[in-house]
């Protein structure tokens, strides 16, 4: 009872995973700067309301909501889309905090829905994981200082910063079962197809001239032995991914192999987006490696001039917070969630 009752108090009072959770943050405007920039100089013909699928077309048709059916003009439209390339790219940056990533989060979904003949599925991950991030502090790591964070903080009384941590962490915990349950759906469902089952599904799937990488692809399903390693492998990587996280010695392994999964999906496959969004959810189990990797680079080259990995936070409420760095003993265990 006493350890429970430890580990609840660390995730009450110790906010897990914040160097990885900003990361996903960071990589998430990355990619909603991609897709705006990629397609800037065909917006008119892609997203306008007199492109390749008109305003009313648009309208009718669209079953959610879209900032884009607002109205008709042009101007408007170019006001939005410009919107979205500046949301973006403050989210990437660190600057606006959550108002700003709603804002990004809002007009992302907006365009995507104005045409989703482009997109390739890593926006779905992204509406869902988003609104996650909305609840963590996702912008105490790679975020420019402004100073507006420090002065809001102040504002905001000790007992509502205090409620921050617990919101964090559930922030991360969602995120986390959001990427697990997507790889085990993923997996599953492939088992129930007779070509995963046989392992010849890596053979079709390349050979889909969309997907297919010319001068490289062919190596691939050229040969046998990658194309059955390939089916099986994907399978069971899906399927028993989240077991490899749940174990802490093999929960950086499990996201580099997922990262180095998705690298090759964006290299033979084209599908870019998507493998950018799911790396950046597997940022967050890659949070430890993270913090430790400035001191090991300054270990392994003595040569370098010691300086702080993270800027010291805005939120008062931290410098209470016991560490290891500043010499004290932290009084409960460390978590290992994430």
Known sequence: MKSITDRLDVWSLRPVAVTGVSGTRVL??????????????????LFGPDGVLPYEDFKAQLTGFSLYTLSASPWYFQ???????AAALAVMLGVGGRPGLAMHWALLWSVYQRQPGLLDGGDNLAYVV???????????????????????ARRVPGHLRALSVPFHNLGVLMVAAQICLVYVVSGLYKVMGEEWQDGTALFYIMRVAEFELPGWSHLVYEND??????????????????????VPALRPWAAAA???????????????????TMIACDLVFLSGPLDRAPQRMRDR??????????????????????????GTKPTAPRPELV
Request: neutral net charge.
């Open 225 to 246: 032995l990658l194309v059955v390693l390939g089916t099986y492998g994907t399978v069971a990587f899906l399927v028993y991914f989240p077991m490899g996280v749940l």
């Open 79 to 85: 006001l939005v889309y410009h919107l979205g390339i």
């Open 130 to 152: 988003i609104p996650f991030l909305l609840l963590t502090r996702c912008y105490d790591r790679f975020a420019l200082p402004t100073g507006l964070a420090s002065r809001l």
């Open 301 to 326: 080259l003595p040569g370098l001039t010691a300086s702080p990995a993270v800027a010291p936070s805005a939120d008062p409420s931290k410098a209470e917070m016991p560490s290891e760095e500043n």
């Open 28 to 45: 998430l405007g990355f990619v909603g700067l991609m897709y705006y920039v990629s397609q800037y100089q065909e917006r008119n013909y």
């Open 258 to 276: 997922s990262i180095c999964f998705h690298l090759s999906i964006a290299f033979f496959m084209g599908l870019t987006g998507f493998a950018l």
